[in-house]
């Protein structure tokens, strides 16, 4: 009953459809891409698109919760409850800001789609702004916690956003820039010697 098992074959199909809309999204947009356009480009009938995704929104919605780097992004970020001495600060967050720089440069594609769609789908907006404020309260509690009490949260929120935004903004739109000089001058502001 429902639907019918899947063998290996049609789930590399599937991974075959989310690339090429990946790709496609990402160069020409979701509404300029036709689903004909996907299957021709993941070698597969439009027909076992809509069989896997019953909608282009459908597809889309499965792209960004399957392959944003949100969650690599969360999984980078130390926990707050992480037994991580007072002076290992600077040198956690320089390995975090690379880890973090590398991930979103890494994810390119996915951030020209959630960047270029977010204006046009609210799933999309309330999906990154609920994974980028959960990565952020993350990063804001470690930065509170590390700091032996000197940062309370409601100070080290807007460094741990200035932290954040600035690597984001650098890995997406400015990747010619030198990535450890960007973090050692973040560090400078965020966590002084």
């Known amino acids: 009953m429902g639907r ?3 063998d290996p074959s049609e789930s590399a199909s599937r991974i075959a459809i989310l690339d090429a809309a990946e790709t496609l999204f990402a160069k020409r947009g979701f509404d ?6 996907i299957a021709k480009k993941a070698k597969v009938t ?3 698109v809509f069989y896997y995704f019953p909608t282009k929104k459908a597809l889309l919605k499965t792209l960004i919760e399957e392959r944003s780097a949100l969650p690599q992004i969360k999984a980078l970020l ?4 992480e037994d991580t001495p007072e002076k290992d600060l600077r040198s956690t967050l320089q390995t975090t800001g690379r880890d973090l720089y590398d991930v979103i440069r890494g994810s390119n594609e996915m951030v020209r789609i959630v960047t270029s769609e977010v204006p046009h789908h609210r799933y999309i907006q309330r999906h990154w702004e609920e994974m980028l404020e959960s990565a952020l309260t993350q990063l804001t509690a470690y930065l509170s916690r590390v700091s032996g ?3 309370s949260v409601e100070h080290a929120a807007p460094l ?3 932290f954040f935004s600035t690597i984001a903004f650098h890995a997406i739109f400015d ?3 030198d990535r450890d000089r960007l973090i050692d001058e973040l560090l400078t502001v965020v966590a002084p010697a």
């Open 149 to 151: 009490g000197t940062l």
């Open 46 to 48: 439009t027909g076992l």
């Open 160 to 162: 741990a956003r200035v």
């Open 32 to 37: 300029a891409t036709p689903t004909r356009e």
């Open 78 to 81: 130390p926990d707050a409850d």
């Open 175 to 177: 990747p010619d820039h």
């Open 4 to 6: 019918p098992r899947v």
